[in-house]
């Protein structure tokens, strides 16, 4: 079964990500968001990202962190490669968040333009304070990117998790619709932004992200 699928759907390049478990961002989801955001660049002007039914992703794979700290050194330099090109990419980048977002799955969407959540009981946030782990740079350029100053505490520090509502005001999400609205409002959003100048588009995104962007590539071993 494969991580990814991969579809066009007029300007907008759709990566429905589902793994048949919780969309962990392993190396098989690394290599199958390279592989979607290269042909995304040939074939699109704006990319829509999507997980499973409930499940946009619960994070990192931690199998791979049990393995040892050459293995999990690893896998968080490739997933901070991988959050650079998301925040870099010079199309408009849509998160369509079909559920649970936690730890690099709310990575996931700090490094997309426009995030659509899902209405429901879902929990999106940051709990690595909880699982006793420290943030890596990336982790705080992006939150302090794009979270409300007067959720940083809670976010980075309090491992709080939000509801669909709770995350629009702490700066997940930008809107919540109903699951059977997500994908067309999604694409929607992504179609009408498609039509912005590309080149445009691309040199603001560079230019508004400089310093935040200069910080994770630094940070890449």
Known sequence: MSVMTYSLEGDVAILAFDDGKANAVSHTFIDAMNEGLDAALKEAKAVVISGRAERFSAGFDLSEFKKG???????????????????????PVIAACTGHAIAAGGFLLLACDTRIGTSGDYKIGLNETAIGM?????????????????????????????????????????????????????????????????????????????QSLQRIKDSIR
């Open 69 to 91: 700290p050459e293995a999990t050194a690893t896998l968080l330099n490739r997933g901070t490669e991988m959050f650079y090109r998301l925040f870099a990419h010079p199309q």
């Open 134 to 210: 420290s943030f890596p740079v990336f982790g705080h350029e992006l939150a302090n990117s794009r979270i409300s100053k007067r959720h940083l505490t809670a976010v980075l520090l309090q491992a709080t998790l939000y509801d669909p509502a709770g995350a629009i005001d702490a700066g997940f999400l930008d809107e919540a619709v109903a699951a059977e609205e997500l994908q067309a409002h999604s694409v929607a959003i992504a179609a009408q932004l498609a039509q912005l100048p590309a080149d445009a588009y691309a040199q603001n995104k560079q230019d508004i992200r400089a």
